[in-house]
């Protein structure tokens, strides 16, 4: 049984009074308990749990030995170190409830607790992330909202701190309507419904329309979320490459072989290649969609932060035929915390989503509702956003000119024109997820490709964000990045070289 999967995931806090070598016994007595490492699992050797954790080999020695002197592991001469079968603390564990033998079972992939894991790394300082796809706490606009709190909280009915509708603020319905309208979208409240975050709109779409066995298209690579949603829902996922272009041929021979239930896709800037589908092959789109009577399900996340020109209007903008479904967040252009997002599309759809969403948390918070309400009724995010666009497209710049100098051609990239990510792709024998081991120890990550792809290919592309760290980290982050490919190059030259044998003469 390959435990290394399970002490991988183990994060440290070297900021912590905390020991290291007691942190990591924590971790494994964690797992002991959780029974993601069963009684007479074998441990890694002290070197191997030092390398896999990022530590040294003294510090994994004396954690195993926390654990032995616990009772909760055993050293065997000559054959290695096993979680106790059969001891008072081992006993005591056993007695607790067996939690992962309760859960149903779902598809997972090895990448599906990447988006936990990625928000986790932003607490620790010594962490340079260029994975994370969040705004710069910088300027995150909370002075305004403080201000509108003062201003106006005591104005507001006591009703409106009880619950209210599933759909959201009714005020605010009408704030995120009138914001649609302006970028083209006829939308009205009623055909609104606001959420906690796009995630929970793809959560609760997966929901309404899917059982499991049923067929959904998405861009291939596409954001991970929708990946997760879409396989925990038991769907079977159809992908279309994005390498030469969307194919509309190949969506048409699925259209025609598997009728799917939606179209997953980012037309506008995508995570997370930062591509945009020009307005003729999104017009080309509808038609075929329309003609198929399929649901296109548009996530709009980055469309207002361009830098040089305006992309198209949106899928949902150009819609005749009534099946784009508009998902959008405040997440991107805001800050995270707000937690609101929406969707706009057919009040017969919003009205089931509503009666889902009731399962999940009845309605999102109010305090968010009214402060993002009072926030947009204000008029304040034209200059917010005007603001963003200027210092993201400058670090796009620097990250761009800091990938040519440190790797030369060894890394490609095509330069997006709006949004926060880079797409890169590795010009030698370096893989992905060897190269991310590498930049851990020194202290940079990012995203490895295959957490794009349903089928976890894409082991020579990776994701960089340049939208939450300053242009000087930036610079640090690609240099340290380059360091540890160099060393992984000249690693692997070393082996090739080691592997030249002599020919006999003959």
């Known amino acids: 049984m390959d435990l290394s999967k399970h002490l991988k995931s183990i994060k440290l806090n070297h900021q912590s009074k905390a020991p290291l070598y007691l942190q990591i016994a924590e971790a494994v007595t964690a797992k002991i308990k959780d029974f993601s490492l069963p009684p007479g699992s074998k441990l890694p050797p002290e070197r191997e749990l030092a390398e896999i954790i990022g530590v040294s080999r003294t510090t994994a020695i004396n954690a195993y030995r926390k654990l032995e002197q616990q009772g909760l592991i055993q050293s065997k001469i000559g054959s290695g170190t096993y979680v106790a079968e059969s001891s008072d603390a081992a006993d ?268 999940v948390d009845l309605h999102s918070s109010n305090i968010s509702q009214l402060m993002l309400h009072l926030y947009l009724e204000h008029g304040d995010l034209a200059g917010h956003l005007s603001g963003m666009r200027k210092i993201y497209k400058k670090r796009r710049d620097v990250l761009a000119k800091a990938i040519k100098r440190n790797f030369g051609d060894q890394i490609v990239f095509n330069l997006p024109g709006g949004g926060f990510y880079f797409w890169c792709k590795i010009n030698s024998s370096v893989t992905t997820n060897k190269l991310l081991h590498e930049t851990t120890k020194n202290g940079v990550t990012f995203i490895p490709g295959n957490a794009f792809y349903s089928d976890l290919s894409g082991d020579k592309e990776f994701r960089l964000c340049y939208a939450s760290i300053d242009e000087s980290t930036i610079s640090e982050g690609v240099k340290r990045m380059s360091k540890s490919f160099q060393q992984l190059s000249h690693t692997r030259r070393k082996k090739d070289a080691e592997q030249i044998t002599m020919r006999p003469i003959v």
């Open 92 to 359: 005591e564990l056993s007695s607790a409830v067996p939690w992962s033998q309760l859960f149903k079972p779902y598809p997972r992939t090895p990448l599906s607790s990447i988006m936990k894991e990625m928000v986790s790394v932003l607490n620790f300082d010594q962490i340079i992330s260029l994975g994370t796809g969040m705004p710069d706490p910088a300027y995150y606009p909370v002075k305004q909202f403080e201000t509108l709190f003062h201003q106006h909280m005591g104005s507001f009915n006591q009703n409106a701190f009880a619950h209210i509708s599933t759909e959201g603020f009714a005020p605010l319905k009408s704030s995120v309507a009138a914001h649609v309208r302006s970028k083209g979208i006829n939308a009205t409240a009623e055909e609104t419904i606001i959420l906690s975050g796009s995630q929970q709109g793809l959560y609760l779409l997966s929901n309404v329309l899917l059982e499991p066995g049923d067929y959904v298209v998405t861009e291939s690579p596409t954001f991970i979320g929708a990946i997760q949603v879409f396989q925990a829902a038991g769907a079977k996922v159809l992908t279309l490459p994005t390498g030469e272009g969307f194919s509309l041929s190949i969506l048409e021979d699925y259209l025609i072989r598997y009728r799917p239930k939606m179209l997953y896709i980012i037309p506008t800037f995508q995570n997370p290649t930062g591509s945009v589908l020009s307005e003729s092959r999104r017009r080309e789109l509808l038609s075929l969609a329309s003609r198929h009577r399929l649901v296109v399900v548009e996530d709009d996340p980055y469309s207002e932060l361009y830098f040089e020109e305006k992309p198209p209007l949106s899928l949902k903008a150009m819609d005749t035929y009534g099946g784009v479904v508009y998902l959008s967040t405040f997440s991107k252009i805001l800050f995270p915390g707000l937690r609101t997002g929406f969707i706009v599309s057919d009040p017969a759809l919003i009205n089931h989503l509503a009666v889902e969403k009731q399962y």
